[in-house]
Structures are given as C-alpha cells and as structure tokens.
C-alpha cells in the first residue's frame, strides 16, 4: 500500500497539457526532493524529473515538475505519442525510513 | 556511459533463495550507492533497500529487511541482491539502481539495470 498517491490515469490528444499529480505528507514530499520516473512496457523505468524540479539531460523542457506542501505535480505540455507511458512519483518517507513510489499514472494519449 | 548490466533471469521454488548480480561501468563505483526496486507482474514500483556508498550502511524496507541482503564487491564494481525464502508473491522484476543524494541521503536514482525476472513457482 503506497503512500503516494497518484490519479491511475490521464490522458489528451496530441498537443494538449497533461498534469499529473503525487500527493503525500509532511514526512516525505513536504520534506524533501520528489522525484518522477517513466516506464514504457516492458521496459525499467527511467528518471524524467529529479530533485522535484530538475531535468535530466535527453530530457524535454515539455516536462516540468513542482511542489507544493504536501504534493508534487508532473506536466507534460505539447503531448506526443510517444508520452505513453506509466509515470511515478516518489520520495523518501522520513518516518517509515524508506523510499516509496507513487501508485503510478497511466498516460494516454488519444 | 554509465551502465547497469543484470544477471539473467532466474526459476526458484518456494523457500529457495536467489542473488541477483548488477555490474556496473562508466562511473566511480566508489562514491555513488546502489539500491533495488522490484515489480510484481501488473504492479507498481516497491522498493526493497540500498547500500550507502558513503558510509557503507545497508538499509531495508521493513516488510523485507528479516528476508533481503545487498551486498557489493567494489574490485568487481558489482552489486547483489539476495532474496532469501522465496514466496510466489517475490514474483516480479527485479531492478538495481545508481543512487543519487548527498552523504547518507537517499533522493532518487538515475540510472536503472535492465531487470531481471525471478519467477517463484513449485
């Protein structure tokens, strides 16, 4: 049972704002970094957004990442077929002492 | 660059152990820690514990820290997992990650292992 919860799903047609959302508490995203990984199928995840806000190099300024208290959000702007993917949130949990992962938001674009 | 390379997939039956192997190349196996995610098939991402590069401290998930061991080999630059007692609910992927975060902090990770499936069945 994951501590982040995420919307199971969200989708819009190609060019479309997508916004994502990761919402935990005051002992994992209100304290420190959150961190949003994509997974195609079959496949290991990959980080998209790390330190809550930052972009990996490879990875498209149409993605952007935020906080705020007690929830992040992820944003996909311009969508594009290839956005299809399941996407996570996750953080350290300073009172279970352990990383958790959000439920995990399936993107569809239509 | 940097690469995560897993060990191939394993069949165990219930109450055997397995060790999954991540070898690691194009980065300072030294100062970077490693940690391991698993995924059940049809799941979401669990995380199952990791080794502190910075202090050489292993910490566990709760549910699995009694059953779970990393280990690391710095000459070989490679990281183990080790499952011991295996039910079928082990069933899932197994990922090893390069862990980014200052001292004894864990943030995230930026690099992942390809996965290697352990199938627990009698």
């Known amino acids: 049972q994951s501590v982040l919860t995420q919307p199971p799903s969200a989708s819009g047609t190609p060019g479309q704002r997508v916004t994502i959302s990761c919402s935990g508490s005051t002992s994992n995203i209100g304290i420190n970094y959150v961190y949003w990984y994509r997974q195609l199928p079959g496949t290991a995840p990959k980080v998209l957004m790390y330190?809550?806000?930052a972009r990996p190099s490879g990875v498209p300024d149409r993605f952007s990442g935020s906080k705020s208290g007690t929830s992040a959000s992820l944003a996909i702007s311009g969508l594009r077929s290839e956005d299809e993917a399941d996407y996570y949130c996750a953080g350290w949990d300073d009172s279970l002492s352990s990383y958790v992962f959000g439920t995990g938001t399936k993107v569809t674009v239509l | 660059q940097v690469q995560l390379v897993q060990s191939g997939g394993e069949v165990k039956k219930p109450g055997a152990s397995v060790k999954v192997s991540c070898k690691t190349s194009?980065?300072?196996?030294?100062?970077?820690?490693i940690s391991w995610v698993r995924q059940a098939p049809g799941q979401g991402l669990e995380w199952l514990g990791w080794?502190?590069?910075?202090?050489?401290?292993?910490r566990y998930a709760k549910n699995l820290q009694h059953r779970v061991t990393i280990t690391t080999d710095r000459s070989t630059s490679t990281a183990y997992l080790e499952v011991r007692g295996l039910r079928s609910d082990d069933t899932a992927v197994y990922y090893c990650?390069?862990?980014?975060?200052?001292?004894?902090?864990?943030?995230?990770?930026?690099?992942w292992g390809q996965g290697t499936t352990v199938n627990v069945s009698s």
């Open positions: 194009g980065y300072t196996f030294a100062i970077y820690g």
């Open positions: 990650g390069r862990v980014l975060g200052d001292r004894d902090y864990f943030y995230g990770m930026d690099v």
């Open positions: 080794f502190s590069a910075y202090n050489g401290r292993t």
């Open positions: 330190n809550t806000d």
